[in-house]
């Protein structure tokens, strides 16, 4: 790995981590229910890009199949809530 790489695989994993808790932060204090629901959303893709990037510095590929699970978990709940918000209800 060269210098420059892992100076940018390092930039992007501390640039990640904050904003995970800056979306935890929104999701804690949002005023609206829809802001939440996208604070959990932004908080799903820094999560899983911060585990591709882990998994890029690390050299394994099993961090990769784990952000995998979590764009779907991530994919379903955002639908569930978005679904929840505008009828009232999750199942028909």
Request: overall charge positive.
């Amino acid at each position: 790995m060269t210098p420059l790489l892992a100076f940018a695989l390092t930039y992007a994993q501390f640039a990640l981590a904050l904003a995970a808790c800056l979306a935890a932060l929104r999701i804690l204090l949002g005023p609206r229910a829809q802001d939440r629901v996208l604070a959990l959303e932004a908080l799903y893709v820094a999560t899983m890009l911060l585990f591709i990037v882990t998994g890029m510095r690390m050299g394994t590929p099993f961090l990769f199949e784990a952000a995998l699970v979590i764009a779907v978990a991530g994919f379903v709940s955002t639908v569930s809530a978005a679904k929840f918000l505008l009828r009232g209800e999750v199942i028909e």
